[in-house]
């Protein structure tokens, strides 16, 4: 027996998120089933991370265990002729029979695409949260820099989260903006928000998301961002911005 | 009665390409429908490139005319909320009764987008031809150069087109290339080929991108593609590309 861990791209457009479900395809099951395809085995994988219906990943990852004599690097390669397009293996490995792609200590870096044109772009349309209004990117960077550190991030946590510590470290926050056309007189432009931390708790990056936009749009400003933070109240963060603009970007273990 | 000229982007994934079918769903009759839903006239559009199967458009151009009030420059928003969100009007305005999109002069930018890794990216498949080899840019960019300018397109021309006169003039082919990945080792990429010209013909720029593909492969030597050129002969060039790498960027109409 052996464990192997898979690295995953996938886009969440059409399934119902990461973890299995009775009435609806989910990334996991399509993974399982492939898997099962190929070794014959009953197999039963464990991801990193349980993305929503919607959200997208370069680099999820996942651990499952084998008897199948199959060399560990050829998994990729091997499950991606089971998979739809929508779902590619870009790498597989041997891991510690004790290793678990939740628990073991990482870094986690995702991306929220904003779409912000005045007439939303259909190519992008899976992809990106379009935002009509001409966003204010200075200060929704000056808003995210009192988000960088070790901070209990109630107020970016959705409610009925049952995890005990809400304390989690951004290392950091980076926003990058991409003009969409070459010769545009417009705003028309992707803006990327790039966040890596130790750990995120249910839906924060899309609150952060969500209350960067609120910032950018003049409604919010950056004091109110800090606010939220240090009193610990949801109500004082933005909305949760939509899953489609959301990706799962890398996941680096420190053990490995 | 005035003459309307609508600027149209799409996803062309799900459509039958541009031009009105029988039995499958296009672009054209999706806009007419909206058209007449918004209008309560019969309207008939004619466009200014009936694109294939698959190939999207961030700028493709149409005209109808019509006695309805609505000012000419309200249309693109009035027609949005009535077309799926994989088609977007981005613009609207009046023209000369006499304009016509397919015979006033212009210039045409395509972008043929090649997504060159070893592991498709499942966010990239609708809107990139995959290629797993490592392609030298160098090569297909020096290869390129031979088409810029006036020339009988017949070598890049799918057989049966119907045109009189295969010249047209190339002003400037680019090759972009832009990284997928932040810390990638490997040459995980996209590749743009962006070319602007006085007009195209059938399946010209997915020729173009397939012969250079060969090119990028060291399958074809530069002087390959000139003397298909020169030769006129189709079965020198290389392959017609896949649709769904095929963007039309814009259309400058030089009277306008």
């Not at 990461?18 to 009953?42: F, K, Y």
């Not at 995120?200 to 936009?213: E, H, K, P, S």
């Amino acid at each position: 027996m052996k464990r192997i861990l898979l690295i995953i791209a996938y886009d969440g457009t059409d399934y119902a998120g990461w973890q299995r479900q009775d009435n609806a395809l989910t990334v996991e099951e399509i993974l399982e089933d492939a898997l099962t395809s190929l070794t014959g085995e009953a197999i039963d994988i464990a991801g990193a991370s349980r993305t929503d219906a919607g959200v997208h990943a370069y680099g999820n990852v996942a651990v499952f265990d084998t008897d199948s004599p199959i060399p560990p690097e050829r998994f990729a390669i091997a499950l991606n002729s089971y998979l739809p397009d929508a779902i590619r293996v870009t790498e597989s490995m041997v891991v510690p029979d004790d290793f678990h792609p939740r628990y073991a200590e990482s870094e986690k870096t995702y991306q929220y695409h904003i779409l912000n044109t005045k007439i939303p772009l259909p190519t992008m349309s899976r992809y990106a949260h379009h935002v009509y209004e001409d966003l204010d990117v200075d200060a929704m960077r000056s808003a995210s820099s009192c988000l960088i550190g070790e901070h209990d991030f109630t107020a970016f946590c959705s409610a009925g989260s049952q995890v005990k510590s809400k304390v989690r470290t951004i290392y950091s926050i980076d926003i990058d903006v991409t003009p969409l056309y070459e010769e545009s007189e417009d705003y028309d432009r992707d803006i990327c928000i790039r966040i890596t931390g130790n750990g995120f708790l249910y839906n924060m990056v899309r609150i952060i998301a969500g209350t960067l936009i609120e910032v950018g749009l003049g409604r919010f400003t950056p004091e109110r961002v800090e606010q939220a933070l240090t009193q610990k109240k949801r109500d004082l963060a933005g909305p949760t911005a939509p899953a489609k603009g959301l990706f799962l970007e890398m996941i680096d273990y420190l053990p490995l």
